[in-house]
């Protein structure tokens, strides 16, 4: 496989993102490229999915993400120099507002991204020391065990520490003074206070002191508190003395006012939801192994699991281990293994050259983006076998008591980090069942093997054989147009694709109809557009309007969902015309075919006037 050059990746995909004056924020994590985007109707995303280096796209909680593998820290990096781009909170406009769940989804990836890494390395170590006393290689009590378990344990003990920094950045706080807030909850004497179990109070105030080694919440509360309060501060006071007195009364306010309210209150809420799901595992361990086994890349996937990743840190603190973990592990290694099967069973070559290290990459590492967005999705089959693997999996070792001791990635090399926890040979039984499942499903029931097309079939037809045709009807009835008309320059200069336009006539409310058969792969939540891929692989666009993402949905009413199957005059959607011209928007509905470059040939067929339904374009593939 060619060496993908991330020098020439980064400024082409800046490009094709709308360019620097487009975003808003960005970080990454594992596997992925996370940016919020002002408009991300601006994003040419077939584009980006074709750039070399590039797995997929994927548009979910609130985030424009854009999947590189492991190799994401070069591209970001090199971004990142480009455009001078930065983790810090997006400011949310008038047209940036987000539900509540997925600013707190966001608020979560941009607080543990920047840390995850770190946080898997020392948990490895951890893993691995753990194992390393079990067997008897090596003793507790000695030097180099404390030695080693500091250094695996100095990442999770300080964590406050870490998460001060990106809080800082994130709410927009002095860093050095969030840490030193941090630093004083893990001083010494604070500590032996605590210890010492003797009463204490400030100013004659009770203090209720908890221990803040490993806890997540309370100094993400504290940050976000110091962030209002040294904004007041900076307002108010002479700039004279604002810079050593902001932080001088940020610290003497800010460290008590912790210590008596958000820290016990934080620490008691986080403890008590961690608990809570400990206590769902413990009672249904059966039903609660087979959620997590189940959907977990089905979270992962719409970034829902930074949801739960807090929980699973603040157990390792109390009670010592996640029970939620321990079903994440077969879920992980049964889409590893479906991918393993499309790698034996499929004769496409360039379909196994994806899915041997995309295998490889789920079963030692547990990065499973590649196998996923790569592989198993396209596919569709594979992946609801990995999933029907991890719910069997999660059953059995939810059942077994199976919890990690320590934050790792899911995968062979993190199993050390299972052990002291649980029946661990029912535990690696239900991972190895997981496996073993997902892989017999691909193996024997298969999939759709993407066809190859041989060395020289093209232009190879038999003499009188009639090419493969698709043709694809209008949307709407109207004028078609020559996609070069088209007042917008991403689709008038063809960029992501050949078609026509059709501008309608009138006003009132219109129907808009799919153009050919297949499956709708992309519905935005504002009704205005739609992304179809047909059976014999024709990606198809319908665009409502120009910039009528702007709408957020007004004017429109969409009748398919993504995932839906239509057929050709199948309803799209209703637009009510007065709404568009009322706004100001081109009514043009633009049919674009966006994987163009990839077929013989897409010709418009009509122009002038057509009805809803009419052959507008062929595509001879």
């Keep these: 496989m060619a060496r993908i050059d991330y020098a020439a990746l980064a400024p082409q995909l800046l490009d094709r993102i709308g360019g ?41 909680g609130g985030q424009y993400q854009v999947v590189i593998g492991n190799d994401v820290p070069v591209v970001y990096e090199e971004l990142a120099r480009l455009a001078n781009l930065g983790g810090a909170a997006p400011e949310e406009g008038a047209g940036q507002r987000k539900r509540l769940f997925d600013r707190f989804i966001s608020m979560v990836s941009a607080l543990i991204n920047p840390i995850v890494w770190t946080l898997a390395g020392a948990g490895l170590i951890k893993a691995f020391l753990t194992l390393a006393t079990t067997t008897g290689w ?44 941090a630093g004083a909850l893990l001083h010494p004497e604070l500590i032996a206070l605590h210890d010492q179990g003797d009463p204490v109070s400030f100013l004659g105030i009770p203090v209720v002191l908890t221990s803040y080694a490993s806890s997540l919440v309370p100094i993400i509360v504290a940050v976000w508190v110091q962030s209002h309060l040294q904004r007041l501060l900076t307002r108010v006071l002479p700039s004279a003395i604002r810079n050593f007195t902001v932080p001088l009364l940020v610290l ?56 739960l990743v807090p ?38 070559a360039k379909l196994r050259q994806l899915a041997g290290p995309a295998s490889l990459s789920g079963f030692l590492a547990g990065i499973t983006e590649p196998a996923i967005y790569g592989v198993n999705l396209p596919l569709k089959r594979p992946f609801i076998f ?22 790792v990635f899911p995968s062979l090399i993190g199993i050390p980090a299972l052990l002291g926890h649980g029946n661990l040979p029912v535990v ?5 069942v997981a496996v073993a499942i997902s892989l017999t499903l691909t193996l024997v029931l298969g999939f759709t093997d993407p066809v190859e097309e041989a060395p020289g079939a093209a232009g190879e037809a038999l003499e009188g054989a009639a090419e493969p045709t698709t043709q694809l009807g209008s949307p709407i009835t109207g004028r078609a147009v020559p996609l070069e008309r088209v007042t917008d320059p991403v689709f008038s ?28 792969v992309t519905a935005m939540d504002s009704g205005h557009a739609y992304g179809i891929r ?20 007004e004017g429109f009413s969409p009748a398919v969902a993504a995932g839906d199957r239509v057929e050709r005059g199948d309803l799209l959607a209703r637009v009510d015309l007065d709404v568009l011209r009322g706004a100001e928007k081109d009514p043009t509905t633009i049919l674009v075919v966006t994987n163009t470059a990839a077929l013989r040939g897409v010709v418009p067929v009509v122009s002038g006037p057509v009805d809803a339904g009419q052959t507008v374009v062929e595509i001879d593939q």
């Design 138 to 181: 090596l003793a507790e009590g000695t030097s180099t065990h404390t030695i080693l378990n500091v250094a695996g344990d100095s990442t999770l003990y300080f964590l406050p520490v870490l998460l001060a920094i990106t809080s800082a950045r994130y709410f927009k706080a002095n860093e050095f003074t969030a840490v030193a807030l």
């Design 493 to 520: 200069s063809g960029a992501l694709g050949n078609g026509v336009g059709v501008t309608p006539e009138g006003g009132g409310t219109i129907e808009v109809l799919a153009p050919a058969g297949g499956r709708i």
């Design 311 to 348: 929980i699973m840190i603040a157990q390792y603190d109390n009670p010592g281990y996640s029970l939620m973990a321990g079903p994440i592990f077969p879920a992980v290694l049964a889409q590893a293994a479906a991918t393993l099967g499309v790698l034996i069973r499929s004769r496409n």
């Design 534 to 553: 047909t059976d014999d692989g024709v990606e198809l666009l319908v665009h409502i309007g120009l910039d009528t993402v702007d709408l957020k949905g």
């Design 20 to 60: 620097p004056g487009n975003v808003r924020s960005a970080s990454h994590c594992a596997t992925r490229l996370r940016l919020v985007l002002i408009d991300e109707s601006k994003a040419r995303t077939q584009e980006i999915k074709a750039l070399p280096g590039v797995v997929t796209v994927v548009q979910a």
């Design 428 to 432: 690696f039984i239900g991972m190895a």
């Design 252 to 307: 003497l306010i800010m460290v008590p006012l912790t210590l008596i309210t958000v820290g016990p209150v934080t620490t008691a809420v986080s403890n008590g939801i961690a608990s809570g799901m400990n206590t769902l595992f413990e009672v249904a361990p059966w039903l609660a192994g087979a959620i997590m086994g189940a959907f977990w890349q089905v979270f992962v996937m719409f970034g829902v699991h930074w949801g």
């Design 386 to 407: 990995g999933c029907i693997g991890g719910a069997v999996g999660g059953v059995i070792v939810s059942a077994a008591g199976g919890a990690t001791t320590s934050f």
